[in-house]
T-cell receptor, first 116, second 113 residues
Framework: AQSVSQHNHHVILSEAASLELGCNYS??????LFWYVQYPGQHLQLLLK??????LVKGIKGFEAEFIKSKFSFNLRKPSVQWSDTAEYFC??????????????FGTGTRLQVTL | EPEVTQTPSHQVTQMGQEVILRCVPI?????FYWYRQILGQKVEFLVS????????KSEIFDDQFSVERPDGSNFTLKIRSTKLEDSAMYFC???????????FGSGTRLTVV
């Protein structure tokens, strides 16, 4: 079964600092990869996804992620964070060829706190 | 933008009672899911549903849980006899075909007392 690891549990940054959140998955075959954000008290919102093609994926709110197949990684980046980026960030993976209703498997999440 | 709608937003129930959590997925989506998130923990898969039947369920989804799509619009999760450890945020999600992403509802916070 696939699993997702997010090694940074809590990250504290000042506004305008650069952000990189790590995500690694364990599965040797083809995967689809996602980053979701959960603002305090709100539901999960899709930041970006990778299915195929250019491994550098651009998402909403200035976020991007790079798929590095050899490292089984899909790290999330943002050049300059804002206070409003304070939220929990979840990496997730699904296996596209395992059935018609393939589930998402989530990492444990990274809590990002941006200070003014 | 189309949304997945969940009701109620918060439900408090006594241990041993039955609860039904309701979801209205995006109308042209084909695949439906329930996830839960215990406070401070990660989002866990419960069950997936396609073509009017369960596609996959996790170990969490035992005999106390059931899902239904009774009218082609709503997608419900029933917990027959709630336990304290069922307290969590329950998220419904739906997905279209092909390379579409998953859209999540805003969740139902279930508190079992």
């Amino acid at each position: 079964a696939q699993s997702v690891s997010q090694h940074n549990h809590h990250v504290i940054l000042s506004e305008a600092a650069s952000l990189e959140l790590g995500c690694n998955y364990s599965y040797g075959g083809t995967v689809n990869l996602f980053w979701y954000v959960q603002y305090p008290g709100q539901h999960l919102q899709l930041l970006l996804k990778y299915f195929s093609g250019d491994p550098l994926v651009k998402g909403i709110k200035g976020f991007e992620a790079e798929f590095i197949k050899s490292k089984f990684s899909f790290n999330l980046r943002k050049p300059s964070v804002q206070w409003s980026d304070t939220a929990e960030y979840f990496c997730a993976v699904n296996l596209p060829n395992t059935g018609t209703a393939s589930k998402l498997t989530f990492g444990t999440g990274t809590r990002l706190q941006v200070t003014l | 933008e189309p949304e997945v709608t969940q009701t109620p937003s918060h439900q408090v129930t006594q241990m041993g009672q039955e609860v039904i959590l309701r979801c209205v997925p995006i109308s042209n989506h084909l695949y439906f899911y329930w996830y839960r998130q215990i406070l401070g923990q990660k989002v866990e898969f419960l069950v997936s549903f396609y073509n009017n039947e369960i596609s996959e369920k996790s170990e969490i989804f035992d005999d106390q849980f059931s899902v239904e799509r009774p009218d082609g619009s709503n997608f419900t999760l029933k917990i027959r006899s709630t336990k304290l450890e069922d307290s969590a945020m329950y998220f419904c999600a739906s997905r279209g075909g092909g390379a579409s992403g998953y859209t999540f509802g805003s969740g139902t916070r279930l508190t079992v007392v």
